[in-house]
């Protein structure tokens, strides 16, 4: 059994405010990683707690580049809270209203629901009051977490979250497209990109100020079960190669894998897990796969094919 890593981080803050006022104000000093903390460990099955106590690397995203502004302009942080926590995780513009992100970004264990929490659009210096920067609310309500969900081998692991008010798009703001209805290409062999905020190398203990990215390929399932076994991945899943080091890590949870086709930028993957040993080992990164929930996502949103 290989171990595994949700890709997000706990930090604590301050009361969030709506968009249009002031910003909330992260104390970024207290930001751990979720593996620090007990919750973590108590909704994983026996077989892997003995990893907790295991010599492992800081978690990080790798070997990426800098994204300029706007590069990215579907990439969302999403401030889930969960009482005095707040779980940062990525996430991607689905539309006006809504955001897509994974099931265990919102999810406190099994059954709990945030309590509500606060989505970052338009960022590339998560520490600046930047003018590209769009804050709004989102409720539990408006917190939607597929049905099938399950914590203890993340099948299913998506979520939708509907926004207080709808987002304004910009230049730094905008949509991601999504497969067709009927797409049901694997995607193996093509170039797929990650991006997120997570921490950036071995020796460097801080999360990334700005957004970061990198790309890598796309692997089969039948390569990515020959590394992770068929129990964590399955055809609701699509993988990305580790090769070079290259891999979404911590921080990174909920936000989009993306391919390019004709100049279109396409999201296929929402970020799900990696490996607990670390992200330059060469292990797989594991997504939820788009095509499998293109029914779901659509039946529990507004988004409608371009």
Not at 104 to 110: A, G
Not at 111 to 125: F, Q
Request: aromatic share 10%; proline share 5%.
């Amino acid at each position: 059994m290989k171990q595994f890593v949700l890709l997000l981080l706990l930090v604590t803050v301050l009361p969030a405010v709506v968009y249009g006022a002031s910003f909330p104000k992260i104390d970024w000093s207290r930001v751990k990683p979720v593996e620090d903390l007990d919750h973590y460990w108590a909704r994983l099955p026996p077989e892997l707690q003995v990893y907790r106590n295991a010599s492992r690397p800081e978690a990080r995203i790798t070997n990426g580049l800098e994204a300029q502004p706007g590069q990215f302009p579907y990439q969302a942080i999403v401030m889930s809270e969960f009482g005095i926590l707040t779980v940062m995780c990525g996430g991607s513009v689905l539309t006006a209203n809504f955001i897509l992100t994974a099931a265990h970004c919102v999810m406190f264990d099994q059954v709990n629901k945030a309590g509500g929490g606060t989505a970052i659009l338009g960022a590339h210096n998560r520490l600046e009051v930047e003018p590209s920067q769009q804050h709004i609310r989102f409720n539990n309500g408006g917190i939607v977490v597929h049905p099938l969900y399950t914590v203890s081998n993340y099948r299913f692991d998506v979520a939708v979250v509907r926004l207080n008010t709808a987002l304004r798009f910009t230049v730094y703001v905008q949509p991601v497209r999504l497969p067709g209805l009927m797409d049901q290409r694997q995607f193996d062999g093509q170039i797929g990109t990650i991006s997120g905020f997570g921490r950036t190398s071995d020796t460097n203990a801080a999360f990334a100020t700005v957004l970061h990215y990198t790309v890598n390929t796309i692997l089969s399932n039948s390569a990515c079960i020959s590394r992770w076994g068929a129990l964590l991945v399955e055809p609701q899943n699509v993988c990305l190669s580790g090769d070079g080091g290259r891999s979404a890590c911590t921080g990174d949870s909920g936000g989009p894998l993306t391919i390019e086709e004709s100049g279109v930028t396409v999201q296929i993957g929402v970020t799900s897990f990696g490996s607990a040993d670390g992200c330059t080992r060469g292990m797989p990164s594991v997504y939820a796969r788009i095509t499998f929930f293109m029914d779901w996502i659509r039946a529990n949103s507004d988004y409608v094919d371009s």
